[in-house]
C-alpha cells in the first residue's frame, strides 16, 4: 500500500527529467538558429554598405570626372539611400 505513492513520486521524477533534457537539447538547437540568423544580419549589413558606398563613390565619379550635375546623378543617390534602408529593416525583421 505504501509503495503506490513513492512509485508515483518517481514517476513524476522521471517526467521532469525527461522534460528537462528535450529542453536543454531545444536550447542547443535555438542556439545554432541564432547563431545562423546573426550571420545572415551581419552579411546583408555588409552588402548593404559596400552597395551604398559603391554607388556613392559613383555618384561622386560622375560629378567629379564627368562634369555632370548634382540632380543628374540624383537617381543614384536616391537609389543608395533605398538600397541602405531596405537592408536596414530586413536586418531588423531577420533579428
Known amino acids: ?8 513520486r518517481c514517476r513524476h521524477a522521471l517526467v521532469g527529467a525527461a522534460v528537462l533534457g528535450m529542453s536543454c537539447a531545444a536550447h542547443a538547437q535555438i542556439d545554432k538558429v541564432n547563431k545562423n ?3 545572415v544580419r551581419d552579411g ?3 552588402v548593404c554598405a559596400v552597395l551604398i558606398t559603391v554607388l ?10 564627368k562634369h ?5 546623378v540624383w ?6 539611400s533605398l538600397v541602405g534602408i531596405a537592408g536596414t ?3 531588423f525583421f531577420v533579428s
Open 1 to 8: 500500500m505504501h509503495l503506490l505513492p513513492l512509485i508515483r
Open 89 to 91: 529593416a530586413a536586418a
Open 56 to 65: 556613392l563613390i559613383w555618384a561622386g565619379i560622375e560629378i567629379a570626372a
Open 75 to 80: 537617381p543614384i543617390v536616391l537609389g543608395a
Open 37 to 39: 540568423i546573426t550571420y
Open 68 to 72: 555632370k550635375r548634382p540632380i543628374d
Open 44 to 46: 546583408i549589413l555588409g
